[in-house]
Nanobody, 119 residues
């Protein structure tokens, strides 16, 4: 499965962006992770049969999925400078709930798209 992420860019604080990730094939779970400069990669959100969010984005970000298009979206609202990072989409099969927030559980990764939030 190949993943192609898009939609990143520069936005002012409190602004919005929508990221898209198109997959070449179907996967049970699709997710977004991010990595800020000098920091480790962290979980953002995932969609399996329900939605999972990191506490830091809950209430501001929404993950959704279009199965017909094998595409997952991340609507990001009320963006903060601390949301600045490279955002990666990931996909996998057979991922259990206890590992859904762990990057090591995912088999497929996109190339990343940069989101920069100015203050």
């Amino acid at each position: 499965v190949q993943l192609q992420a898009s939609g990143g860019g520069l936005v002012q604080g409190r602004g919005s962006l929508r990221l898209s990730c198109a997959a070449s094939g179907r996967s049970t779970t699709m997710a977004w992770f991010r990595q800020a400069p000098g920091k480790e990669r962290e979980f953002v959100a995932a969609f399996r049969w329900t939605e999972y969010y990191a506490d830091s984005v809950k209430g501001r970000f929404t993950i959704s999925r279009d199965n017909a298009k094998n595409t997952v979206y991340l609507q990001m609202n009320s963006l903060k400078p601390e949301d600045t990072a490279v955002y990666y989409c990931a996909a996998g099969n057979g991922i259990i709930t206890s590992t859904i927030r762990q990057g090591t559980a995912y088999n497929y990764w996109g190339q990343g798209t940069l989101v920069t939030v100015s203050s």
